[in-house]
Nanobody, 124 residues
């Protein structure tokens, strides 16, 4: 089992920045591919970014490419999502997720473990 706890959400004006964190505990988190997803009201959960076990490879949704950066610190069992140039359409609950297998899939069903989410609200 892996437990994931996100933090860092909040309300920010358009054009601003936020940094989300996700601390993992339980089974060794450095063995896991980690990802960030988000879900806006009335919409499906969507992929944001994912990073490989040691952070050497990352992938992003087109909607956040160039604005968001995913990173990880395996010593502290923590992953981060640096979000810059935020837009109102980035408003959502953001979740971190973990999977045991290789690859950086974008489907939520490919990830076995989930945090409780943190709210990000971007005002115009």
């Amino acid at each position: 089992q892996v437990q994931l706890v996100e933090s860092g959400g909040g309300t920010v004006q358009a054009g601003g920045s936020l940094r989300l964190s996700c601390v993992a505990s339980g089974r060794t988190s450095s063995r896991h591919v980690m990802g960030w997803f988000r879900q806006a009201p009335g919409k499906d959960r969507e992929f944001v970014a994912a990073t490989s076990r040691f952070g050497s490879t990352s992938t992003y949704a087109d909607s956040v490419k160039g604005r968001f950066t995913i990173s990880r610190d395996n010593v502290r069992n923590t992953i981060f999502l640096q979000m810059n140039i935020l837009k109102p359409e980035d408003t959502a609950v953001y979740y971190c997720a973990a999977r045991l297998y290789e690859g950086l899939p974008e489907g939520p069903d490919e990830y076995a473990y989930w945090g409780q989410g943190t709210q990000v609200t971007v005002s115009s």
